[in-house]
């Protein structure tokens, strides 16, 4: 304590100007979102060490460090939208406004238009932010352009901005739930297959889920740990995988004795529910190899490991870049039973066909079932991706069939729901099967509900599509294939 006295203040009229006052949370939020428009960055990789560092160097607390956490992923979450409101409220295009002023301006977008923060406070915390991070110039402009879009609260200007819901509905939808419109399209030809447009109801719920951040869940690695052990501070058992646990008050899992020590890790129980269905899925002779052939980062590896262990069956992880490979070594770490990880391509498979009993393939994918953990991602994306993933996706699914023993059982797997990503490439893979070497030996599409059992809404099969509004889990899809009972 310094118990020196302290001048009196006095305000005198020969007082310098202000500097600009400095917002540590609002600072932070900047240098986050400057990170992700300039170096592509993830939000969610991109925040944990500036907050960490704020925590030390500012004093940042808990609530300073969930406000800049809302700031971030709102503002990233929402951007098309402010980017549309932003467009209306200056006078130059979208394209004329220099990045830099573009993260600031959206940033105060989000504040007024997605946020309870004061109108007064919002804009005049991002005009002081303005004014030391870009200068006075340009925080005249965001003042004025703040001042233009707070005369009008997001309902209002999606009203004013966005088409007759009945005339376009894609581009309501797009507006008012921040995707891009190709996204709506591609979601509601997941949700509805066939074109129809009849679910306003399913996909408006899909795209609110998309906005909401999922909460924390996490796996209880059979055989090293019991959900019991992580039902902890309101925890909840999981709603359909009896592995899962959901925080849903929230808490830091590293907190956890059982995360820490690898007995237990964060899963999204719709990675849980597809892991656990190849394991399921009935299996006639010998169960005793198995591999997962896109296995990093490593959580259904994980999981899969110790599933085997608890069969007697051995898994091998395969993951081509070499440091997932190493991240998948890290989860796989003192399990038990036995298990391998290698870097290597599954396309050119260093294992003769027909060595295992079951496989799965999570192949690289859009991610656009995933995108309440990256509010950044669907902006990202483009439908040129599709095209970029087809063919990899087919050749792991091919080399999968190959890989697996006849009458062993494939699953394909993605975190996407789009249908070229899913049936489509399922689809034509069956549809070349059996035709020569170079396509995939001869496989039956076998039905996969009956390996989620409890799981409401699986649709007519034989493959499910799990939903984020339906189930609270990410947009996982999964088919399963019995590779045909005959020598090839
Ligand atoms: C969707 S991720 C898998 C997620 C993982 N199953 C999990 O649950 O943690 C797809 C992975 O496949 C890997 N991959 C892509 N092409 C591959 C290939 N030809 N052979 C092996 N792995 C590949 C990617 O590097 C990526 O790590």
Same mark, same amino acid.
């Given at each position: 304590m310094n118990d020196r006295p302290r001048p009196a203040r006095s305000?005198?009229?020969d007082r310098p100007p202000r500097?600009?006052?400095?917002?540590?949370v609002r600072l932070l939020a900047f240098e986050a979102l400057r990170a992700v428009d300039e170096r592509d960055a993830y939000a969610n990789l991109v925040l944990p060490p500036l907050l960490a560092r704020a925590r030390r160097s500012e004093g940042l607390d808990d609530r300073d460090a969930a406000l800049a956490t809302e700031l971030v992923?709102?503002?990233?979450?929402?951007?098309?939208?402010? #980017? =549309?409101?932003?467009? =209306?409220? +200056? #006078?130059?295009?979208?394209r004329g406004i220099d990045p830099p002023v573009l993260d600031v301006l959206s940033l105060g977008a989000h504040q007024l238009l997605g946020t309870r923060i004061p109108r007064h406070a919002a804009v005049s915390s991002t005009v002081e932010l303005a004014r030391m991070v870009l200068g006075e110039g340009p925080a005249k402009f965001v003042n004025a352009v703040l001042r233009r879009i707070s005369a009008r609260d997001l309902e209002e200007w999606i009203d004013h901005l966005a088409p007759p819901a009945d005339r376009d509905p894609e581009e309501y939808l797009a507006l008012r739930h921040a995707h891009p419109r190709w996204v709506v399209s591609a979601l509601w030809d997941a949700l509805e297959p066939g074109g129809r447009r009849t679910d306003r109801e399913g996909i408006e719920a899909l795209l609110i889920a998309d906005n909401e951040r999922p909460e924390v869940t996490l796996v209880a690695r059979p055989g090293r740990s019991e959900p019991e052990e992580l039902l902890v501070g309101g925890a909840l058992p999981g709603r359909w995988s009896p592995h899962a646990v959901r925080l849903v008050e929230g808490? #830091?899992?590293?907190?956890l004795p059982a995360v820490r020590e690898g007995r237990a890790g964060v899963q999204d129980e719709g990675s849980q529910l597809v892991a656990a269905a190849l394991v399921a899925a009935p299996l006639e002779g010998p169960d005793t190899r198995w591999l997962d052939g896109c296995a990093g980062p490593g959580g259904k590896a994980a999981l899969l490991a110790a599933l085997a262990a608890g069969r007697g069956a051995g898994l091998l992880a395969v993951e081509?870049?070499?440091?997932? =490979?190493?991240?998948v070594a890290g989860v796989l770490e003192g399990a038990p039973g036995v298990q391998l990880t290698v870097a290597a391509d599954t396309t050119r498979p260093a294992w003769r066909p027909a060595s295992f009993d079951r496989v799965l393939v999570d192949v690289p994918c859009t991610g656009l079932g995933a995108l309440r953990r990256?509010?950044?991602?669907?902006?990202?994306?483009?439908?040129? #991706?599709?095209?970029?993933? =087809?063919?990899?996706q087919r050749a792991l699914l091919r080399e999968a069939l190959w890989a697996v023993r006849p009458g062993g059982v494939?699953?394909? +797997?993605?975190?996407?729901p789009h249908p070229a990503e899913t049936r489509a490439v399922v689809e034509d893979v069956l549809a070349e099967a059996g035709t020569g070497p170079a396509a995939a030996p001869a496989a039956e599409w076998i039905d996969a509900r009956p390996t989620m059992p409890g799981v409401p809404h699986l649709g007519a099969g034989p493959d499910v599509q799990?939903?984020?509004h339906l189930h609270g889990t990410d947009a996982m899809y999964l088919a399963l294939l019995r590779r045909a009972d005959r020598a090839l």
């Open positions: 305000r005198r009229p500097r600009p006052r400095r917002d540590p992923y709102g503002t990233l979450r929402r951007q098309g939208t402010y #980017d =549309a409101v932003i467009g =209306a409220c +200056a #006078d130059r295009p979208l808490g #830091d899992p590293g907190a081509r870049r070499p440091h997932r =490979a190493r991240l990256r509010p950044e991602a669907r902006w990202r994306r483009r439908p040129e #991706d599709l095209e970029r993933f =087809a063919p990899l494939v699953a394909y +797997a993605t975190c996407s799990l939903w984020p």
